[in-house]
């Protein structure tokens, strides 16, 4: 797919956060590099592992969200009375290592708002 983006002269993608794209966060990290299409993904994992930029909810916080659930579920509450949340809390993780092999340059306002750079 993302070969077809390339020659299509698609250079930009999304990537979401499922148990597919975890289970092959490398290669799509490294096929989007190949291709020179720039991502953005929705947990810091894939920028660690080479991804260009990601702006999500902390792992962490999901997580802990997802124990208090599962904690009301285990002292009965029905799963279908409990509330939907969303994230209160963003970070937005750059690695400037791929930006440079991307050609790019990040700006320095952008640096400036990330909670991480990896360099």
Request: aromatic share 6%; proline share 7%.
């Amino acid at each position: 797919m993302l070969r077809e983006m390339a020659k299509k002269g698609i250079n930009g993608l999304v990537v979401e956060s499922t148990p597919f794209t975890f289970a092959h966060e490398k290669e799509i990290v490294d096929l989007a590099a190949r291709q020179r299409i720039i991502a953005i993904h929705s947990t810091k994992r894939f920028v660690t592992a080479g991804g260009l930029i990601s702006y999500g909810p902390p792992d962490a916080a999901l997580f802990r969200r997802a124990a208090v659930f599962v904690d009301k579920i285990l002292r009965g509450a029905k799963p279908g009375d409990l509330p939907i949340e969303q994230p209160t809390t963003f970070e937005l993780v750059i690695n400037l290592k791929t930006a440079k092999a991307l050609g790019l340059t990040i700006p320095p306002s952008l640096l400036q708002r990330a909670d991480q750079v990896i360099e």
